[in-house]
């Protein structure tokens, strides 16, 4: 997996505005993370954790909670396009104040998703967050929560009616069908500066990583001559995930959102009911803020279902299947729940199969030659040992 890029920040700050922001959308394709900084481990989506910001960290032993109260959120992208998104509504309303908001002091090395939405592909270069409008002298909307319970009002420089605008060094590149996640890695203790007379300000000091946490992944399965297979089953693995779905009726599967970048054994599994298997298997690179088409073609396959006679059951059996060539294509030593040896990949055309086993004590052994294996059907032999 080919390391993250961080992205430095700069930040400043921005008058708040009113407008309407619509959360009606398709698929997700862009997300915004929030992680402790100053932890020890990586980030989420592998995503190493930022060396230290620098600057003095304030003691926050005496403050129980940071509260930020979440209005609206915008990405701006190149040429000052704007797109408004709604802050993730599973963040809760912990002060009950009707809004969602977020306590800075539980960040975690855990991810807490900021918002997730729908955007139009393209390079966003800033990303603003606004709190609600403070009426009044009172602390509404950002606010500190001491131990002793009192509520301090935490100051944003340039006044309280403002949002918070992160200018993206570089850009972050979106695309429709890929989820992009930027991970913002947030150092409290260094954001809150203590100004005298118990009074805070929060200047935040974060690191960014726009990173392409998964890419979409989508391709066809069919049989040889091109018709569609149903119902196969598709397993995507790579070192840290595994995705599974099936084929729908004409052979197409997708995974909408896979870790990315990252290598991924493919694996395409159809069982017939008659037992046959088709297997193809292929391992290829998956980049990030990508679309991948991995296709998936079985070849004919059939099988053989080998019975052993007399009911009494031999030990120490050896079943081996050879071609026309009489080189050897498969073998097994194991029987199945039915005390039957399948083998359900064997390409048509023409087999001979021997059995080897002991049979009280005695060497027993039996064969059949001219064994006819079609596409999609299993042979089914029954094998006396002498």
Same mark, same amino acid.
């Given at each position: 997996?080919?390391?993250?890029?961080?992205?430095?920040?700069?930040? /400043?700050?921005?008058?708040?505005?009113?407008?309407?922001?619509?959360?009606?959308?398709?698929?997700?394709?862009?997300?915004?993370?929030?992680?402790?900084?100053?932890?020890?481990?990586?980030?989420?989506?592998?995503?190493?954790?930022?060396?230290?910001?620098?600057?003095?960290?304030?003691?926050?032993?005496?403050?129980?909670?940071?509260?930020?109260?979440?209005?609206?959120?915008?990405?701006?992208?190149?040429?000052?396009?704007?797109?408004?998104?709604?802050?993730?509504?599973?963040?809760?309303?912990?002060?009950?104040?009707?809004?969602?908001?977020?306590?800075? +002091?539980?960040?975690?090395?855990?991810?807490?998703?900021?918002?997730?939405?729908?955007?139009?592909?393209?390079?966003?270069?800033?990303?603003?967050?606004?709190?609600?409008?403070?009426?009044?002298?009172?602390?509404?909307?950002?606010?500190?929560?001491?131990?002793?319970?009192?509520?301090?009002?935490?100051?944003?420089?340039?006044?309280?009616?403002?949002?918070?605008?992160?200018?993206?060094?570089?850009?972050?590149?979106?695309?429709?069908?890929?989820?992009?996640?930027?991970?913002?890695?947030?150092?409290?203790?260094?954001?809150?500066?203590?100004?005298?007379?118990?009074?805070?300000?929060?200047?935040?000091?974060?690191?960014?990583?726009?990173?392409?946490?998964?890419? +979409?992944?989508?391709?066809?399965?069919?049989?040889?001559?091109?018709?569609?297979?149903?119902?196969?089953?598709?397993?995507?693995?790579?070192?840290?995930?595994?995705?599974?779905?099936? &084929?729908?009726?004409?052979?197409?599967?997708?995974?909408?959102?896979?870790?990315?970048?990252?290598?991924?054994?493919?694996?395409?599994?159809?069982?017939?009911?008659?037992?046959?298997?088709?297997?193809?298997?292929?391992?290829?690179?998956?980049?990030?803020? &990508?679309?991948? &088409?991995?296709?998936?073609?079985?070849?004919?396959?059939?099988?053989?279902?080998?019975?052993?006679?007399?009911?009494?059951?031999?030990?120490?059996?050896?079943?081996?299947?050879?071609?026309?060539?009489?080189?050897?294509?498969?073998?097994?030593?194991?029987?199945?729940?039915?005390?039957?040896?399948?083998?359900?990949?064997?390409?048509?055309?023409?087999?001979?199969?021997?059995?080897?086993?002991?049979?009280?004590?005695?060497?027993?052994?039996?064969? /059949?030659?001219?064994?006819?294996?079609?596409?999609?059907?299993?042979?089914?032999?029954?094998?006396?040992?002498?």
């Amino acid at each position: 997996m080919k390391p993250t890029v961080l992205i430095p920040i700069a930040l /400043a700050l921005f008058l708040s505005g009113c407008g309407f922001w619509s959360t009606d959308a398709p698929r997700p394709n862009f997300q915004v993370l929030l992680v402790a900084a100053n932890l020890s481990g990586s980030l989420a989506q592998g995503i190493p954790t930022p060396d230290p910001l620098g600057g003095p960290k304030t003691d926050l032993s005496q403050i129980a909670r940071v509260i930020v109260n979440l209005e609206r959120i915008e990405l701006v992208g190149e040429g000052g396009r704007v797109v408004g998104l709604a802050p993730n509504p599973e963040l809760g309303d912990s002060d009950g104040d009707g809004r969602p908001d977020i306590d800075l +002091m539980t960040l975690s090395g855990q991810p807490t998703p900021l918002v997730k939405g729908t955007v139009p592909a393209g390079v966003y270069t800033q990303f603003r967050l606004f709190s609600p409008l403070e009426q009044g002298a009172e602390a509404q909307s950002v606010y500190l929560v001491m131990n002793n319970g009192s509520k301090v009002p935490l100051r944003i420089p340039s006044g309280q009616q403002t949002g918070l605008k992160l200018v993206i060094q570089g850009g972050v590149r979106v695309q429709v069908e890929a989820t992009t996640t930027l991970t913002l890695a947030f150092d409290l203790g260094r954001s809150l500066v203590q100004t005298g007379n118990g009074r805070y300000m929060l200047k935040p000091v974060v690191r960014a990583s726009g990173d392409v946490s998964s890419a +979409m992944v989508k391709g066809k399965v069919t049989f040889k001559g091109g018709r569609a297979v149903q119902d196969a089953g598709v397993e995507a693995k790579s070192a840290d995930n595994t995705y599974l779905t099936m &084929t729908n009726a004409d052979g197409l599967y997708s995974f909408p959102a896979v870790a990315a970048p990252a290598t991924y054994a493919f694996t395409f599994r159809l069982q017939t009911p008659e037992n046959v298997v088709y297997l193809s298997k292929k391992t290829l690179d998956v980049p990030a803020n &990508t679309v991948t &088409t991995v296709d998936a073609e079985f070849e004919p396959t059939g099988g053989i279902t080998v019975s052993l006679k007399p009911a009494t059951p031999p030990s120490d059996v050896t079943v081996e299947i050879k071609d026309a060539s009489q080189a050897t294509v498969a073998s097994s030593q194991e029987a199945d729940a039915q005390g039957q040896y399948v083998f359900s990949t064997l390409p048509p055309g023409l087999y001979s199969v021997r059995v080897g086993a002991t049979l009280g004590g005695t060497p027993v052994s039996g064969q /059949a030659t001219g064994v006819v294996v079609e596409d999609y059907r299993m042979t089914r032999l029954e094998i006396e040992l002498r």
